[in-house]
């Protein structure tokens, strides 16, 4: 690990003006290419104390022995040459995009004497025009099949054109009507490329004038009584309208635009782009990136514009880009982009209108498409098993821990305390042994005091059963003499079964307990366990703000790679742990906000509380009803009416409110607390600033 500042440049030595620098390591090997309107200024956040660097910065500093630069003229050749440098040295802390399939495009090889229209993959050469990408190379067949019979344009290889050339005889589609046959001669290498133009100008999106001639020359074929002639143009109409209806108009005007959006979190992002031309979406791609460096959205968007416009020119590149968030800055980017099209170029945040709403979907396929991507990475059993051997070594484990507990604390400002347990077996969830709990020990916020009870009751059910099943002796289970074990306050007795007989997971032990924490939290759980005389079962904590894996009695964190695979397993444990705590932790704080008087009475359900609200109009109403009155209600005897006065009566406010600057009493209604008629929870006024505090 080296120091920057061995190498950190002289002051005055690093020029104040644009340009793109590169860290180079030990070995020469360039590991990072950036981009700087100012070299002076973006090269000096890179040589500060560590400790204020990201983790990912920090780790690239450290790796690195060298850094140089080269100064442009402009930030848009900036640019361009950062674009060359990536492609060229292929740095391993620079965000690369891989896409997530190889992509087929339909390719009409113009530098050919005789185009030839097919499905290509890989990279684009040089005088082929390229339409797509499809999602499927059957998507492209079935679309040319429809439109070789109005543009018969050649499709074989060069291999059946050179045999045919040698026979005299076509292919089978030459004799269908499927191809002009210029193998044989029956169509001029000129007419052949005339052909060839039509048919690209047509799945490019100019299809309007075409249609309307096929049209003109239908009714010109019908008033000459050429009817056959008409009834062929007639078909090729209908067949170019199939062909069109494959692609639905998305976008009015004819418009031509790219739509680009970024879906991310901690250590990956997914790019969706969405390309419309001629109002129609003509293809559509994606990639997935691994983020080993600080990066934003907007620095996504940036990298994502060079590597889909960093070899294009001319029409590739759209009049039109739309993107979830502008790169900073912003001109030299559209200068850029303009640069490669050749004529003026915007790029935007789309506001409202069709555009917006197709972002909208491009950014719903962008969540699905990493969605789908973190799943077939954690179903993939080599994977699975890498990132179990990544942790087991990390951790100084003996054996890779193939189950796994992770524990989490939610609460809203301190109320509603409560906690969750979630169980990977094999690196893959185990929903069905979930567990969670409320914290009964103490009131208010203590996240450390917290997970130590939580840690203590489910171990000290563990304990149980192995008493119970004969694994322990009296007195070895961690259990004082004569202490009895209550789990979420219900005795253990005849409680460790579910209801077919099969003991409950809370008997089974985990390799590894994980918690959501630092120190304090990793320190409680090891404690918590240490108390109970359990010494099998190791110990970690993830850290959210800087990933870090934190174990006991260590003043230092692990740090795993941020391309491991161990780091991505702990980090989706933790995650579950987190969403299955907070959506406890909201159904209880929605059900606390609907409780209400009425709830204190013993026997009333909910039908029978809505029919004594409904016939009241309110619980006010209600209190200050007799007993007589209370008994109207259908289903409601002499001995609940009692009950229910009773228990108004103790809930009763001890005064009414006053208007202290009028003196008169406020007449308020009180809220109908059983959840009103209309079925919305109380949560639903709550403040923003509120709803959004859960940790």
Not at 194 to 212: I, M, Q, S
Not at 375 to 400: F, Q, V, Y
Not at 645 to 655: C, D, H, K, N, T
Request: aromatic share 6%; hydrophobic share 35%.
């Amino acid at each position: 690990m080296a120091d920057p500042s061995s190498y950190r440049p002289r002051p005055g030595e690093i020029p104040d003006s644009p340009g793109v620098y590169r860290f180079r390591d030990e070995h020469r090997r360039v590991i990072y290419v950036g981009k700087a309107k100012s070299l002076r200024q973006r090269l000096a956040n890179y040589f500060q104390d560590l400790a204020n660097l990201h983790p990912r910065t920090r780790t690239m500093v450290t790796t690195a022995a060298s850094v140089e630069w080269t100064v442009v003229s402009t930030e848009v050749e900036a640019l361009q040459l950062e674009y060359s440098w990536i492609k060229e040295y292929d740095p391993r802390f620079n965000v690369k995009y891989r896409d997530d399939k190889s992509y087929p495009y339909l390719a009409v090889t113009m530098n050919e004497e005789f185009p030839r229209v097919q499905v290509m993959r890989g990279h684009k050469k040089k005088g082929v025009r390229y339409f797509g990408p499809y999602g499927h190379a059957w998507a492209i067949r079935d679309t040319v099949d429809l439109l070789l019979r109005v543009f018969p344009v050649r499709t074989c290889s060069a291999g059946v054109f050179k045999n045919a050339a040698r026979t005299g005889r076509p292919c089978l589609l030459g004799y269908i009507g499927k191809c002009s046959a210029p193998c044989v001669g029956r169509v001029t290498p000129e007419d052949h490329r005339d052909l060839a133009e039509e048919f690209c100008d047509f799945v490019a999106g100019r299809t309007g004038t075409y249609l309307r001639r096929l049209e003109k020359q239908m009714t010109e074929a019908a008033e000459e009584m050429e009817y056959e002639r008409a009834a062929r143009l007639r078909d090729d109409i209908e067949a170019l309208k199939k062909a069109m209806e494959k692609n639905a108009v998305v976008l009015a005007d004819a418009t031509d635009a790219d739509l680009i959006a970024v879906a991310e979190d901690e250590l990956e992002a997914a790019v969706q782009i969405f390309h419309v031309r001629g109002g129609r979406v003509r293809g559509q791609r994606g990639w997935v990136t691994d983020k080993v460096e600080e990066v934003t959205t907007a620095a996504l968007v940036e990298h994502a514009l060079q590597q889909l416009y960093g070899e294009e020119t001319g029409d590739a590149v759209p009049k039109e880009v739309l993107v979830p968030a502008l790169p900073e800055p912003v001109e030299p980017v559209q200068e850029w982009l303009t640069g490669r099209r050749g004529s003026n170029v915007s790029l935007r945040i789309p506001q409202r209108g069709d555009k917006k709403a197709l972002m909208e979907t491009v950014q719903r396929n962008a969540q699905q498409a990493l969605a789908l991507h973190k799943t077939k990475r954690a179903s993939d059993l080599t994977t699975r098993s890498r990132a179990l051997e990544e942790i087991a070594e990390a951790l100084d484990l003996d054996s890779a821990p193939l189950r796994v507990e992770c524990y989490d604390i939610s609460h809203l400002q301190g109320d509603d305390v409560v906690a969750s347990m979630v169980v990977f077996e094999d690196g893959l969830q185990r929903k069905s042994e979930y567990r969670r709990f409320q914290i009964k020990g103490f009131a208010g916020q203590d996240d450390v005091r917290s997970m130590h009870e939580v840690i203590t009751r489910r171990f000290r059910r563990y304990l149980a059963e192995k008493e119970r099943t004969g694994e322990w002796t009296d007195g070895e289970a961690g259990l004082a003499d004569g202490e009895s074990v209550l789990v979420d306050g219900d005795p253990l007795t005849g409680a460790l079964k579910d209801d077919d007989g099969r003991p409950r997971k809370f008997a089974y032990p985990p390799q590894l307990v994980v918690v959501d924490g630092g120190q304090p939290q990793v320190a409680a759980a090891r404690r918590a366990l240490d108390e109970l005389g359990i010494d099998d079962i190791a110990v970690c904590g993830l850290a959210k703000r800087l990933e870090e894996v934190w174990v006991p009695g260590e003043d230092d964190p692990v740090v795993l790679p941020r391309s491991s695979e161990g780091l991505y397993l702990l980090q989706r444990v933790r995650d579950e742990a987190h969403r299955f705590a907070i959506t406890y932790q909201r159904t209880k704080r929605a059900k606390r906000f609907r409780a209400g008087p009425l709830d204190d009475v013993p026997g009333l359900g909910e039908t029978r509380k809505q029919a004594l609200i409904k016939h009241f109009g309110s619980v006010k109403k209600l209190r200050s009803a007799t007993i007589e009155q209370i008994q109207e209600v259908p289903g409601i005897g002499r001995k609940t009416a009692e009950t229910i006065a009773v228990a108004l009566a103790r809930a009763a406010p001890a005064a009414p409110a006053v208007n202290t600057a009028t003196g008169e009493i406020i007449e308020d209604e009180e809220p109908d607390t059983t959840g009103g008629s209309s079925g919305e929870p109380v949560t639903a006024g709550l403040p923003d600033e509120r709803r959004g505090q859960e940790t």
